[in-house]
């Protein structure tokens, strides 16, 4: 394995880590609005995200068993500068959530909050299959943002919210399965 090979490791555990609670947040939110949020059910959103975790937690330790060479000035610059840009898309998209969170409520449309946020979620993910040049992104940006747009053109009340959020949680851990399933293979290659 290369230093690259530790890299990738390194950041598809730390995606499937992210997208892992993130997914379970939004199960928990589609429990709570599905009026089904008991010790049984939260118990199974709680083990299913620590499976993730903990093969998640494999592949960060496989990753730093690589033996990687020093990182070259190009290479330093280049995690900096994707760190920057990580950061900034982040701040565009927890803002744009906030604004929304603000705005929605006041023009009559607060009931359409959690398909908007899922929206959010799946654009934000578009610059980052760039910037970490995996294509997985992008899928699973598009499916967030056609299941949140699917929701609010065929939901229903009341259970538009709660169905953008099972939804969410869903396209989430598929998303960090696959990648998981991906590290795995890679990590015993």
């Not at 950061?87 to 398909?115: E, H």
Request: charged share 10%.
């Amino acid at each position: 394995m290369t230093p690259t090979t530790a890299y990738r490791l390194a950041g598809r555990a730390t995606g499937a880590i992210f997208f892992t609670l993130f997914g379970a947040a939004w199960l928990s939110l589609w429990l709570v609005g599905i009026q089904h949020l008991t010790l049984l059910t939260e118990a199974g959103v709680v083990l299913g995200a620590l499976a993730l975790l903990f093969v998640s937690a494999w592949v960060l330790q496989r990753a730093k068993q690589v033996p990687t060479a020093p990182v070259s000035p190009e290479e330093a610059a280049l995690k900096k500068r994707h760190g920057r840009v990580f950061g900034w898309v982040n701040a565009a998209q927890w803002g744009t959530i906030f604004l929304l969170g603000w705005l929605l409520p006041r023009l009559g449309y607060g009931q359409d909050m959690i398909p908007a946020i899922v929206i959010v979620v799946g654009l934000h993910l578009f610059p980052l299959a760039h910037l970490f040049a995996n294509p997985i992104h992008h899928l699973t940006g598009g499916a967030l943002v056609a299941w949140a747009l699917g929701c609010l053109l065929l939901g229903q009340q009341p259970d538009l919210q709660a169905q953008a959020a099972l939804g969410a949680g869903c396209i989430l851990w598929v998303s960090a399965a696959y990648a998981l399933w991906l590290a795995v293979r890679g990590a015993r290659g």
